[in-house]
């Protein structure tokens, strides 16, 4: 049996800090839906959720990450959007509003392109830390004039896509997968957006089950996001693939639901 006091693992953030003159209700209860001790003084060191005005954040010393579709903006003008390698990439033949499921949800801002562009969009994000950061996002977006009617279009599920893909009520166009890249070096310093991510989560060790869950929802296509020279996930052959400077999409058509 764990002892109370025990020291949280590292990669787990170990409370929610409510900042006094917050709303401590709201902080409360989603520190006990997380299974998490809400307090009043900041952590002195480590990992910690902090639930203020501005939402809620995962943070570590000066390093903080936070749900932003706000930032996403320029890249929604209609003539940059288009041109969007994951909006390509995720563009279907006689559908002009496709069904994605984005299965690796993360911070959502890949599914907000796609939603941007007219798509629907069902996230799935397993952990239960980021699911909150995005849900909180989300919650964000719905009360922003400008992202209001993108949020609408976005439904998050905080569950394991490998469980729910066979199982989905609906067929989806597109599922598209971004599971996380390697850590480029052992020892690389924790300062930006992924590799914040990646204190919560190691890479994904389930890439085949979580292609064969994919190929059991029968969309038209598969996505997967790799970095230029990574190698194809699951080993499978892309149909063909779009690639950038920073990125590379794998499009895998489903002519044959069972490959
Ligand atoms: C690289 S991040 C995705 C970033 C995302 N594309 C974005 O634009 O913010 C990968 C995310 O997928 C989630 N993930 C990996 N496997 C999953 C699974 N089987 N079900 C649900 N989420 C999963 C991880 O927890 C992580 O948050």
């Given at each position: 049996m ?6 949280p ?16 209700a ?7 839906s ?43 003008r ?7 390698l ?11 509003a ?16 796609l ?6 969009v069902y996230?799935?994000?397993y ?15 719905a ?9 609408a279009?976005m ?5 394991d896509s490998?469980?729910?893909l ?10 598209y ?13 924790v300062?930006?957006?992924?590799q914040?991510?990646?204190l ?12 064969r869950?994919a ?8 996505v997967v996001?790799r970095t230029?020279?990574?190698?194809w ?10 690639t ?8 895998i ?5 069972t490959p």
């Open positions: 764990k002892k109370q006091t025990e020291k693992v590292a990669g787990h953030p170990s409370a929610v800090f409510v900042p006094c003159g917050q709303d401590a709201a902080g409360e209860a989603l520190a006990r997380l299974g998490l001790p809400c307090v009043r003084q900041q952590p002195a060191e480590g990992l910690f959720l902090q639930w203020d005005a501005a939402g809620l954040s995962l943070r570590r010393g000066e390093q903080t990450l936070r749900g932003d579709f706000t930032k996403m903006l320029p890249r929604l209609a003539d940059r959007l288009a041109g969007e994951l909006v390509r990439a995720a563009k279907c033949k006689n559908q002009p496709p069904v994605a499921v984005d299965a690796t949800a993360g911070l959502g801002e890949d599914a907000f392109l939603a941007a562009a007219g798509m629907t996230l799935y994000e952990d239960p830390i980021v699911a909150a950061l995005l849900r909180d996002a989300l919650r964000r977006a009360e922003d004039p400008v992202l209001a009617a993108v949020a279009r439904h998050l599920t905080p569950q490998v469980a729910a066979p199982h989905l009520p609906f067929t989806p166009d597109v599922v997968l971004d599971p996380m890249f390697p850590r480029r070096t052992k020892n690389a310093q300062k930006n957006k992924p914040m991510l990646q919560l989560q190691g890479p994904c060790a389930r890439e085949e089950e979580l292609f869950a190929v059991q929802a029968h969309p038209r296509k598969i996001k230029p020279k990574g190698p996930l699951a080993g499978v052959k892309p149909s063909y693939a779009i950038g400077k920073t990125v590379r999409f794998d499009c058509l489903m002519t044959d639901p």
